[in-house]
């Protein structure tokens, strides 16, 4: 098994024989998977904020409604 299986973080690199010292600039397939990983890091950051945001509001008004014990 290795390393990064079943975590969705399959980077192409890994086990690429053209790799080597600052290909990332210029590998096509690694600028896509990095374009797409950062796709997945914005959702899940701007998911992350509504959540807090709306916990946030639900945790005001249950302080100003006095429904906290």
């Known amino acids: 098994m290795s390393w ?22 210029v590998c096509e397939p690694y600028i896509s998977y990095k374009a797409e ?8 950051y701007e998911e992350k904020s509504y959540r807090a945001y709306k916990s946030g509001r639900v945790w005001n008004t249950v302080k100003r409604s006095g429904l906290q014990k």
Request: hydrophobic share 20%; charged share 25%; aromatic share 4%.
């Open 37 to 44: 990983r950062e796709a997945i890091r914005k959702a899940s």
């Open 4 to 25: 990064n299986e079943g975590t969705g973080n399959n980077a192409p690199c890994f086990g690429c024989p053209d790799r080597e010292a600052g290909c990332h600039s």
